[in-house]
């Protein structure tokens, strides 16, 4: 009966050698390599001391950002966590009450908004997902900690300040033809 893929081969017993039978020519090539590579520059950093470089468009800390008017741009249309695939975010929705123009944009806004860092796989769904370009990754990194609980991020510690100096820079992260875009103040969405 012939076999059904041609991927069959014939395996032949041949006699192991002495020194094959010691696994000396395994261990001389292994110890060829270590040594190899205890010669080379060492990719170590001293973190504390020295920080590594990160490229510009490194996925690390969530913030949510704040329109020219200091306003958060969140309108807890909760699209970024129907994207998120570790649905690591949970948003509570509430109606914007009379005074509280100058804190949020829209009249809906987002009166819980936690990201459980454990469970983010940094992947900038997220970030894609939101009309309003309120989220974004930065190029922090997620701080360590010992309990779970520290690693639920709320909005006291998403949001940005609202001084302007203090703001994150995120304009690295747009492609020319979005940063072209914002610039034209008559389009609603640069409002």
């Given at each position: 009966m012939d076999p059904l893929t041609k991927r069959s081969i014939t395996v032949s017993k041949k006699k192991m050698t002495l020194a094959e039978r010691l696994y000396l020519p395994g261990i001389i090539g292994g110890m060829a390599i270590t040594l190899k590579h205890f010669f080379r520059k060492k990719t170590t950093v001293k973190y504390p001391e020295k920080h590594r470089e990160f490229s510009e468009i490194y996925r690390g800390r969530h913030v949510l950002k704040r329109d020219?008017?200091?306003r958060e741009r969140c309108t807890a249309c909760g699209l970024c966590?129907?994207?998120c695939p570790a649905e690591a975010i949970i948003m509570v929705a509430d109606e914007r009450k009379p005074g509280e123009e100058h804190l949020y944009r829209e009249e809906k806004y987002a009166r819980i908004y936690e990201i459980d860092m454990l469970r983010c796989i940094f992947c900038g769904l997220?970030?894609?997902a939101c009309p309003k370009e309120a989220i974004f990754l930065t190029k922090e990194t997620v701080m360590s900690g010992y309990h779970r609980?520290?690693?639920i991020y709320g909005k006291e510690y998403l949001v940005e300040?609202?001084?302007a100096v203090?703001?994150?820079d995120i304009t690295k992260r747009l492609t020319?033809?979005?940063i072209e875009f914002k610039k034209d103040k008559r389009q609603r969405h640069n409002r």
């Open positions: 020219d008017e200091g966590a129907l994207a997220c970030e894609e609980d520290v690693f300040p609202v001084d203090k703001r994150i020319p033809e979005v």
